[in-house]
């Protein structure tokens, strides 16, 4: 009889069985590694959370402020809203997107610079595993940082940002969360410094956020804009977004529901691939 197999005598403990060589421990998911990477994720940013949440809460206000103020006087309305209610979800969700991709770029480009990336890639987490973890930390920022500037615009004299359809505001928030921090994770591993995570939030992040109807609507543009405008995820994102809080839309809802959805599957199996491959990750 196995030596492991026979009954402790009375009182004596019973060691655990051990495994056969080649046994996997964790079959399919890590869960605990996954939380912990995740809670290491958030406590990154909320540790300095005046920076991270409040400050963008308070740039986005002053957003609002200015264009309300230069272009809301009087009874403009656009889409049928007044124009600081038209306003107000699109800065919402502008602060939303570009703060995840801020997080999940900085936290790779971060942990390369300082050279603890191998604390990441060590411990038994998978490609897949990575990628979710640090996309999880990225939408968490970004959706606490909305809610931030949504309850200071819910406070504030002169706007109306009542929830309309909230499965629109939670579906197209996250969307956009997930896209942009799925953008972040790419820009992260390619950056070799902050300079480069700085030129790809400068010329392509923001260029696309304040072009796709953040200030106006797009069918107000000519057809050949209009279409252009219609192509940029970001477009979908802040209109979608938007419709759940006014209840009327700029575009086809479905259409860019549907749009963000493969986009997204496409960056995430596009994150997946380079994190497995190790590409700018392992020295």
Same mark, same amino acid.
């Given at each position: 009889?196995?030596?492991?197999?026979?009954?402790?005598?009375?009182?004596?403990?019973?060691?655990?069985?051990?495994?056969?060589?080649?046994?996997?421990?964790?079959? &399919?998911?890590?869960?605990?590694?996954?939380?912990?990477?995740?809670?290491?994720?958030? &406590?990154?940013?909320?540790?300095?959370?005046?920076?991270?949440?409040?400050?963008?809460?308070?740039?986005?206000?002053?957003?609002?402020?200015?264009?309300?103020?230069?272009?809301?006087?009087?009874?403009?309305?656009?889409?049928?809203?007044?124009?600081?209610?038209?306003?107000?979800?699109?800065?919402?969700?502008?602060?939303?997107?570009?703060?995840?991709?801020?997080?999940?770029?900085?936290?790779?480009?971060?942990?390369?610079?300082?050279?603890?990336?191998?604390?990441?890639?060590?411990?038994?987490?998978?490609?897949?595993?990575?990628? *979710?973890?640090?996309?999880?930390?990225?939408?968490?920022?970004?959706?606490?940082?909305?809610?931030?500037?949504?309850?200071?615009?819910?406070?504030?004299?002169?706007?109306?940002?009542?929830?309309?359809?909230?499965?629109?505001?939670?579906?197209?928030?996250?969307?956009?969360?997930?896209?942009?921090?799925?953008?972040?994770?790419?820009?992260?591993?390619?950056?070799?410094?902050?300079?480069?995570?700085?030129?790809?939030?400068?010329?392509?992040?923001?260029?696309?956020?304040?072009?796709?109807?953040?200030?106006?609507?797009?069918?107000?543009?000519?057809?050949?804009?209009?279409?252009?405008?219609?192509?940029?995820?970001?477009?979908?994102?802040?209109?979608? *977004?938007?419709?759940?809080?006014?209840?009327?839309?700029?575009?086809?809802?479905?259409?860019?529901?549907?749009?963000?959805?493969?986009?997204?599957?496409?960056?995430?199996?596009?994150?997946?691939?380079?994190?497995?491959?190790?590409?700018?990750?392992?020295?």
């Amino acid at each position: 009889m196995n030596a492991n197999s026979k009954m402790a005598g009375a009182g004596e403990p019973v060691s655990p069985p051990i495994r056969e060589p080649g046994v996997p421990v964790i079959a &399919r998911v890590n869960s605990e590694g996954l939380k912990t990477l995740y809670l290491k994720e958030v &406590r990154r940013f909320y540790k300095v959370q005046l920076q991270t949440i409040w400050a963008p809460a308070i740039t986005t206000l002053l957003f609002l402020v200015i264009f309300a103020v230069a272009l809301g006087r009087g009874d403009r309305q656009v889409l049928g809203v007044p124009y600081s209610n038209f306003l107000g979800p699109g800065l919402i969700v502008m602060g939303m997107i570009q703060n995840s991709f801020a997080n999940s770029s900085s936290s790779i480009l971060v942990a390369k610079v300082q050279g603890s990336i191998i604390d990441v890639l060590m411990p038994p987490l998978s490609a897949g595993e990575l990628v *979710f973890a640090w996309v999880a930390g990225a939408v968490t920022r970004a959706w606490l940082v909305g809610t931030a500037v949504w309850l200071a615009m819910a406070l504030a004299p002169g706007v109306d940002v009542p929830v309309h359809n909230p499965f629109l505001i939670l579906y197209y928030g996250t969307m956009g969360a997930v896209l942009l921090g799925l953008l972040g994770i790419l820009t992260g591993i390619w950056a070799d410094k902050f300079d480069h995570a700085a030129a790809v939030s400068n010329f392509v992040i923001q260029p696309l956020t304040l072009l796709s109807g953040t200030f106006y609507a797009v069918e107000r543009l000519g057809p050949t804009v209009s279409g252009i405008a219609h192509a940029n995820p970001f477009f979908h994102v802040i209109d979608g *977004f938007r419709a759940g809080f006014i209840g009327v839309s700029d575009g086809p809802l479905l259409a860019g529901g549907v749009v963000l959805l493969a986009v997204n599957i496409l960056l995430w199996w596009l994150c997946f691939r380079v994190v497995r491959s190790g590409w700018k990750l392992r020295a």
